[in-house]
């Protein structure tokens, strides 16, 4: 078998290959030609490499990284490292004669393009502070232009998060600034950091590493950009929808053309062709890795097949005349050829994990058994921006598996399965005791076996939570098959787990800009947040119904709990309910979630008894164990 991928010592590359699978070849590390892309253009850094909040918090350290040269350590697989190294180039870059990048600032990357006036910003950002930095990098190296207008491409937080750091809300009201997004974006800007959002912000800290030291022993990469910034995050709302694909619009005498891509990436996307600069915007739909059909920090499965679809129809409707491309994330691409070439590979990776997953899977096998055979063709698993850096073959086509056939394998011994510490008690009891069963994993594990190693251990430490032995174990078995890992957020999940285990769990960063996002959730939304609060423990047989008028917003609901459900309706037509509340909305949240007193808001009824229902919700679990119990 030929590597290209350096010396790897067998227990790593065995680690290695069960983390990324790989065809024969791989890609060639003589390849430079994405070192060159990487650093064309560039412009100048940012002197002071500390970007810091009002606080004098440091939110993101453009020298962080700076460790990443030479060779690959051992702790660190080659390819990774690479991508690492690329990811990692900061600062101001020229992608074509009127447009430019910031890179480096942040997960994302931030576009500016030169109007009459002002700044075109495609994505700004995470946070505020990484936004304004970038902005000040702009305007130091190019001139100082004011921000004319805002680009949203997608509705995940960090290609919006940082919108206050660039404009104010007086400029976007009075018109003065445009603020640009694909249709159905605001919903799901804050769809996605409501309901769901203290599960998935707790397993994202496992994704992106949130708690390992940036070094060769921990955080080298978040695999579509060196890490989120920990910043303030802000929203503001669009106000020009865009709701067809060959819409077109002028901004500040810039020509764009949109393509709407809902459903690939995110739920509401787009990318944007500027015609006259023979420049194509492919937003996040395409990378410098395989991006995640299902992210590991939770999220609706995304559809391969449409995603390659949508990549298909960017190139027939710009392949044959876009000269630059570039994206949200990554460096660009130069060259009609090159891109057509990307482009049509790229397609066909998303198209090719998408129809052999379902061929497998009407062959009958499971989504572990498919995830274990899955493999890129070689022609398409030598190109370095399929590799597996983001999202991953083994972890996406269980994804696809999940969107056709949901979690359920169709053997019945999987329809109630025991709880993890009980399964564990129970497996440990049946293979001779905890001796023998650690015994077997440190086997295993000096065998480099360690994907059984890790069951093995895995089961010890579900059984007893303070089995120290096991747990020492397990983390070095996590150790190892970070150390191993080509996926940027796989590593970061393993050594994640491996800190969990050595040191318990560690509280959640702080979440900047909340008020943003509760400030644009739909009162709708928000009532659903406080559904899935609801405790059945508490609430019992109690039964309370409560009318709110938010006179702010011109809203009126009436709030019922009965059988232990919450459930509401807008502008109710008849009825009694025990009380009425009239209150501006921001008033109703500090009570319903910082336990403010609202008794004398009431209008009618019993005062005390919204109390009695907001008393019946319970907060989520702010730092949840994950490899632990």
């Given at each position: 078998m030929r590597l290209l991928l350096g010396a790897v010592p067998a227990a790593l590359l065995a680690g290695f290959l069960v983390a990324a699978p790989a065809s024969a070849a791989g890609p060639d590390f003589a390849d430079r030609r994405d070192f060159d892309f990487a650093g064309r253009g560039f412009l100048g850094a940012r002197a002071e490499p500390k970007i810091t909040a009002a606080d004098g918090r440091v939110v993101w350290d453009l020298s962080a990284f700076d460790f990443l040269k030479g060779p690959a350590p051992a702790s660190v697989n080659p390819s990774l490292w690479r991508q690492s190294q690329l990811l990692a180039r900061h600062g101001l870059f020229e992608v074509t004669p009127g447009v430019w990048q910031v890179r480096g600032f942040d997960l994302a990357n931030a576009t500016f393009i030169a109007g009459k006036t002002g700044w075109i910003v495609i994505d700004p950002l995470t946070s505020a502070e990484a936004a304004r930095a970038a902005l000040d990098l702009a305007n130091a190296k190019l001139g100082a232009r004011p921000v004319v207008a805002l680009i949203y491409t997608h509705s995940h937080t960090d290609h919006f998060g940082g919108a206050r750091g660039m404009v104010e809300q007086a400029d976007v009201d009075s018109g003065k600034v445009q603020v640009i997004a694909?249709?159905?974006?605001?919903?799901?800007?804050?769809?996605?950091?409501?309901?769901?959002?203290?599960?998935?912000?707790?397993?994202?800290t496992y994704q992106f590493g949130?708690?390992?030291?940036?070094?060769?022993?921990?955080?080298?990469?978040?695999?579509?950009?060196?890490?989120?910034?920990?910043?303030?995050?802000?929203?503001?709302?669009?106000?020009?929808?865009?709701?067809?694909?060959?819409?077109?619009?002028?901004?500040?005498?810039?020509?764009?053309?949109?393509?709407?891509?809902?459903?690939?990436?995110?739920?509401?996307?787009?990318?944007?062709?500027?015609p006259d600069l023979k420049a194509l915007c492919l937003a996040e739909n395409a990378n410098a890795t395989m991006h995640n059909v299902l992210t590991p920090r939770g999220a609706l499965v995304r559809d391969a097949s449409q995603w390659a679809a949508y990549l298909g129809e960017s190139l027939r409707m710009y392949g044959d005349q876009a000269e630059v491309l570039f994206t949200s994330h990554a460096w660009p691409r130069f060259g009609r050829e090159v891109i057509a070439d990307y482009i049509e590979k790229h397609r066909d990776a998303y198209k090719y994990l998408h129809d052999q997953t379902v061929r497998l899977m009407n062959d009958g096998l499971t989504g572990a058994e498919i995830a274990n055979r899955i493999r890129l063709p070689e022609v398409l698993d030598r190109e370095w921006y399929n590799r597996g850096y983001y999202g991953t073959m083994s972890f996406n086509s269980r994804a696809v598996y999940q969107r056709y056939m949901g979690w359920y394998d169709a053997n019945p011994v999987n329809l109630a399965p025991l709880d993890p510490a009980d399964a564990g008690a129970r497996y440990v009891a049946m293979m001779g005791g905890r001796e023998a069963v650690l015994a077997a994993a440190r086997k295993a594990h000096d065998g480099g076996d360690d994907r059984w190693a890790g069951e093995l251990a895995n089961r010890l430490v579900m059984a007893d939570g303070n089995d120290m032995a096991a747990r020492a174990l397990l983390a070095g078995v996590y150790d190892r098959q970070g150390a191993a890992a080509e996926s940027a957020i796989w590593r970061n999940m393993y050594l994640s787990g491996a800190q969990e285990l050595r040191g318990g769990v560690r509280a959640g960063p702080a979440q900047g800009g909340s008020l943003d996002f509760i400030r644009n959730t739909p009162t709708p939304m928000l009532l659903d947040l406080l559904a899935v609060r609801l405790d059945p423990d508490k609430a019992g047989e109690g039964a309370v119904a409560v009318d709110l008028t938010f006179p702010d917003r011109k809203e009126r609901f009436r709030v019922r709990v009965k059988h232990s459900v919450l459930t509401y309706e807008a502008d109710p037509a008849g009825g009694v309910a025990d009380a009425a509340y009239t209150l501006p909305r921001a008033q109703f949240l500090t009570g319903a979630l910082a336990g403010a007193d609202l008794s004398k808001t009431a209008t009618s009824g019993d005062p005390a008894a919204l109390g009695r229902l907001l008393s019946w919700l319970t907060p989520p679990r702010p730092g949840f164990p994950i490899v632990t119990r």
């Open positions: 694909p249709e159905g974006f605001l919903e799901h800007a804050v769809s996605e950091n409501v309901i769901a959002g203290p599960a998935m912000g707790r397993r994202a949130s708690f390992l030291p940036k070094g060769p022993e921990g955080l080298v990469n978040a695999g579509i950009g060196p890490g989120l910034s920990a910043g303030t995050q802000t929203l503001i709302p669009p106000t020009v929808d865009i709701t067809r694909t060959g819409q077109t619009l002028t901004v500040d005498g810039v020509r764009l053309e949109f393509q709407l891509t809902p459903g690939t990436e995110a739920p509401a996307e787009m990318n944007i062709w500027l």
